[in-house]
């Protein structure tokens, strides 16, 4: 199981005095390697199962199943669809954080944006970790050795269980035409699972 890297980050991160050049060489090969480049929009169908957590004392978890829904991601602006809401900017961050947190959006959104490059190890691998500001929240990005971001980490305020932790994993990545999308995602709340989604039917628009 990985570990949250709140938890770990001093023992695992090896901080580095990196140029905005370095990091940018590190997205660089991010976006080579999902085929990021000049891509507008990406749409897929999401579903798989998860817990809610009802309030109570203590809270409980209940298993529930997630529909299959349509997402559009519109990368140039950026926002993310569901459906009929439409996630950007101005939405709440608990929101947001489904849209930065896309591949293809977390490449280009955190290029040119201050960015801090580190290392983290976890066992055997070692990763680029790639932290940058939305607003005022910390984003942080960890990139395996075929350039694929394999994690995304930040904090968000859960309506029953106050701050928490948020991670999202990232897996089975697969070539659809040319851009790769992971095909698995797992998302833990203060390192207990909240959902296994499984993506599919993805379709892309790129720019001319």
Not at 8 to 18: D, E, N, T, W, Y
Not at 137 to 154: A, C, D, H, P, R
Request: glycine share 8%.
């Amino acid at each position: 199981m990985l570990k949250t890297a709140f938890a770990v980050i001093c023992l695992f991160l090896a901080p580095i005095v990196s140029t905005a050049q370095e990091v940018d060489i590190v997205l660089g090969k991010a976006a080579t390697a999902i085929g990021a480049g000049n891509l507008r929009t990406l749409k897929f169908s999401i579903a798989g199962s998860g817990y809610e957590v009802a309030r109570g004392t203590p809270s409980t978890w209940k298993h529930i199943k997630i529909d299959a829904e349509i997402r559009q991601v519109d990368i140039t602006l950026p926002s993310l669809q569901r459906g009929s809401r439409v996630i950007n900017a101005g939405s709440s961050w608990e929101d947001q954080i489904e849209l930065w947190a896309v591949p293809h959006v977390f490449v280009k959104s955190a290029a040119g944006n201050n960015s801090f490059l580190g290392e983290w190890k976890q066992g055997d691998a070692l990763y680029n970790l790639v932290i940058f500001k939305v607003q005022d929240k910390l984003v942080s990005g960890y990139f395996n050795s075929q350039n694929l971001l394999e994690i995304v980490e930040t904090r968000i305020q859960h309506p029953v269980l106050g701050d928490m932790p948020l991670q999202i994993v990232y897996s089975d990545y697969k070539d659809f035409g040319g851009v790769k999308v992971p095909t698995t995602i797992i998302q833990k709340l203060g390192g207990s699972l909240v959902s296994v989604l499984v993506v599919s039917d993805v379709q892309f628009q790129r720019s001319n």
